[in-house]
């Protein structure tokens, strides 16, 4: 009798160790589609949740992508998880479950690689991006050109270099010093503006459109998104860096066939014209990998 | 008669089925979730990058910014809190009990909740930024900001703690000073403030440990800049994705002030009612 509650307690604990370890041991999942031949396979339709990692910039496309995807194949079900691609990056190295990750940048797929879930050479270019200069609608500080940037008293906002776009942004300050129209002292003139790193472009759009800061750097997607409440200047194409959104199935995805249909829908007209209705442009076709 | 008994003989048969031999048992699972992640903290972090990660002045920057700012945002709920705490302690007036569960909305709301509150209030286009921003004075991404989302998360801890430590001072003690002629400044000073200062101090230090681990509002509000607004719980989430060990070495920093600040406060209350 007095060892009933401690028995109970001890199956309880060891049923919890024993759920705890099932998704690291992908027990008795076929690995029969990927290594298939893309013939589709008539008497089995695709059906079940996908899991998707999705970089903040892909949000609004995504969600309409999903829906063209689920129209497509009705059993399907599209589940997102938005944030910063460095921060899906760390979720997925610390074991998330995910079927498919699409980040901003290659450096925050490679870490992906390197963590051992997605396969090294597997993953391909579905979009590209660039960046924008944006100040709020009634442009307080009145900045008009890039050079104006520098000037002292602004408050900007970057994302922080962790993220995609904030790596963009640094990448673009730095160019620009080097060049003879601006001055050498432009980036950390610029960078002493700064008074926030966000961590995700999406807090960077939203807090310039709240009038927060007199400007701030995105993508040209996330600017079309309140184009009617902000101002865009336009970074040239010498200084600006066009981010490739690579996109990949994990390796231990339960629903690899979901995935890769998704994948290929991404990559497929249909997706691509959804994408390039929200700014994205298509990848170069060196950049999409034929297998 | 036999209500009694039959309640006497039901508490005789309780009493045997609740066996106290395994209360420890029972309490273990529980104790050992709260403490398990914990110890998985310590032995995550790679010792050898540890003087590297610490030397970083990331890690300085933000502990001292998070020191200097929950000391301010402690002092600001004392300062405004105690008279809020008081009044509801000693008044009785209609609203009591309204003003009662608006001050508790900032412990249950949701932290990203508070920072597009207060964004909304003290930003730059905001309700009472807007004509603060006409003088020229910003609060947002400032320490200001970092200070007053502190504070609006963790200062009703403090008022709820001084309120409970103010209704518990017997009214008789205040009227007996009264009565042998003591201002009412030296009835609160003396009587009505020690008598309540287990409850008042124990309020401080869960308003001190409050503020030091916001997050939410901070970041919404206040920003993230190294050096100015980064406070020690930005720093780790994004070290989180930069730099574990930088992410991991500044939680058990973070895990060993809060510990020890809270033990020596603890250590100091059990002696205090020692001596009573």
């Known amino acids: 009798m007095p060892c009933r509650l401690l028995a109970c307690m001890l199956v309880g604990f060891v049923l919890l160790v024993s759920c705890g370890q099932s998704p690291g041991v992908p027990a008795e999942v076929v690995p029969l589609p990927s290594a298939l031949p893309m013939v589709p396979v008539a008497e089995e339709p695709i059906s079940g949740v996908v899991t998707v990692f999705a970089a903040a910039s892909l949000a609004d496309a995504f969600e309409e992508l999903a829906v063209a995807f689920t129209a497509r194949y009705p059993a399907a079900t599209v589940s997102y998880n938005f944030a910063g691609s460095q921060q899906l990056a760390a979720q997925i190295n610390e074991g998330a479950p995910a079927d498919v990750f699409a980040s901003a940048n290659q450096a925050q797929m490679q870490v992906a690689i390197a963590g051992g879930r997605v396969q090294g050479g597997s993953e391909q270019t579905f979009v590209r991006n660039r960046l924008v200069v944006i100040t709020p609608r009634d442009n307080p500080a009145g900045i008009t050109s890039l050079p104006d940037l520098a000037r002292p008293g602004l408050r900007l906002i970057l994302a922080d270099a962790a993220v995609p776009v904030g790596r963009y942004s640094l990448d673009f300050l730095a160019h620009a010093s080097s060049l003879p129209e601006y001055t050498t002292s432009y980036s950390a003139t610029v960078l002493a503006n700064v008074v926030s790193f966000e961590e995700s472009v999406r807090a960077v759009l939203t807090k310039v459109v709240l009038g927060e800061a007199d400007a701030g750097i995105v993508y040209t997607t996330d600017a079309a998104l309140d184009a009617d409440r902000l101002q865009q200047i336009e970074i040239p194409d010498t200084l600006n860096t066009i981010a490739s959104y690579p996109i990949a199935l994990l390796v231990d995805s339960g629903q690899p066939r979901l995935a890769r249909a998704f994948i290929d829908f991404v990559l497929a007209d249909e997706g691509q014209r959804i994408l390039g209705r929200y700014g994205f442009l298509a990848p170069l076709d060196s950049q999409v990998k034929h297998e | ?276």
């Open chain 2, 1 to 276: 008669m036999s209500d009694r008994a039959s309640g006497w003989r039901q508490w005789k048969q309780d009493k045997q089925r609740f066996r106290p031999d395994l209360i420890g048992p029972a309490a273990l699972p529980l104790l050992l979730f709260l403490l398990i992640p914990l110890m998985a903290l310590v032995l995550r972090l790679e010792w050898g990058g540890v003087w590297s990660t610490l030397t970083n002045p990331v890690v300085g920057q933000a502990i001292s910014l998070s020191m200097v700012t929950t000391l301010c945002a402690t002092g600001l709920s004392i300062l405004f809190g105690t008279p809020l705490a008081y009044g509801l302690a000693r008044r009785r007036f209609r609203g009591r009990t309204m003003i009662d569960t608006l001050i508790d909305l900032p412990m249950v709301l949701p932290p990203a909740v508070a920072g597009i509150a207060l964004l909304m209030a003290f930003g730059r286009r905001g309700l009472l930024g807007a004509p603060l921003a006409e003088l020229g004075i910003t609060i947002s991404f400032t320490q200001v900001a970092v200070v007053l989302a502190q504070c609006f998360v963790a200062a009703p801890y403090f008022v709820k703690a001084a309120t409970a430590g103010f209704v518990g001072v017997e009214r008789e003690l205040e009227a007996a000073a009264a009565i042998d002629g003591a201002s009412p400044q030296q009835i609160f000073r003396l009587i009505t403030v020690p008598l309540a200062w287990p409850v008042l101090l124990s309020g401080v230090v869960m308003t001190w440990a409050r503020a030091l681990g916001e997050f939410g509002a901070t970041i919404i509000f206040a920003g993230n800049l190294p050096g100015r607004t980064q406070t020690m719980p930005l720093a780790i989430y994004l070290g989180f994705e930069r730099d574990l060990n930088l992410a991991l070495i500044l939680s058990l920093i973070l895990l060993a002030i809060s510990f020890v600040v809270l033990a020596v406060v603890k250590g100091a209350l059990r002696q205090r009612i020692g001596v009573q």
